[in-house]
T-cell receptor, first 112, second 114 residues
Framework: DAKTTQPPSMDCAEGRAANLPCNHS???????VYWYRQIHSQGPQYIIH???NNETNEMASLIITEDRKSSTLILPHATLRDTAVYYC?????????????FGKGITLSVRP | EPEVTQTPSHQVTQMGQEVILRCVPI?????FYWYRQILGQKVEFLVS????????KSEIFDDQFSVERPDGSNFTLKIRSTKLEDSAMYFC????????????FGSGTRLTVV
């Protein structure tokens, strides 16, 4: 089962920042926080990952609390194409038995 | 950016028939996965594969399923005798030994069993 909890849905206005929360209170010391998204029925798309430091790339920023029990994905300027299901997943970085376990995710709707 | 390629994109098969779903992972990746997603449901892990053997499989991955990496480039999922409930999107994924882009997923094969 997924070790993360996300609200089922949220929306935001186009051009505004979208802040997607995630709780992972039982995260282990060797587990990273990954964010993926799925647009319609396409394959899940990698967004960002982190261990304990905040991370930023061309798509998004990831803010992880100091106790690592929750995180927030930030899409700084949401567009209509960012409408998707966003998955927050915790998993070890390496190892033959590492895998991604998907929950229900959060459906982000970006409105014009 | 490297891609995981899956073929066919859509396959329709009759119940009881065998199907083989094909995937070409990213060339320097070492770990390979199959997931499925029944319409309207979440993405479910089926099996992981490393060093030419199954690392882990889920309860869904019963004796009707098998995986193979026959030639060092392709990674296949075989369903021996399809059932109606096997209708789903099947996603292949791969990852390398170091974390570059994480797990990379293919665009999926939509399997419809009639």
């Amino acid at each position: 089962d997924a070790k993360t909890t996300q609200p089922p849905s949220m929306d935001c206005a186009e051009g505004r920042a979208a802040n997607l929360p995630c709780n992972h209170s039982t995260i282990s010391g060797n587990e990273y926080v990954y964010w993926y998204r799925q647009i319609h029925s396409q394959g899940p798309q990698y967004i960002i990952h982190g261990l304990k430091n905040n991370e930023t790339n061309e798509m998004a920023s990831l803010i992880i609390t100091e106790d690592r029990k929750s995180s927030t994905l930030i899409l700084p300027h949401a567009t209509l194409r960012d409408t998707a299901v966003y998955y927050c997943i915790v998993s070890p970085l390496t190892g033959a038995n590492s895998k991604l376990t998907f929950g229900k995710g959060i459906t982000l709707s970006v409105r014009p | 950016e490297p891609e995981v390629t899956q073929t066919p994109s859509h396959q329709v098969t009759q119940m009881g028939q065998e199907v083989i779903l094909r995937c070409v992972p990213i060339s320097n990746h070492l770990y390979f996965y199959w997931y499925r997603q029944i319409l309207g449901q979440k993405v479910e892990f089926l099996v992981s594969f490393y060093n030419n053997e199954i690392s882990e499989k889920s309860e869904i991955f019963d004796d009707q399923f098998s995986v193979e990496r026959p030639d060092g480039s392709n990674f296949t999922l075989k369903i021996r005798s399809t059932k109606l409930e096997d209708s789903a999107m099947y996603f292949c994924a791969s990852r390398g030994d170091t974390f570059n882009y994480g797990y990379t997923f293919g665009s999926g094969t939509r399997l419809t069993v009639v």
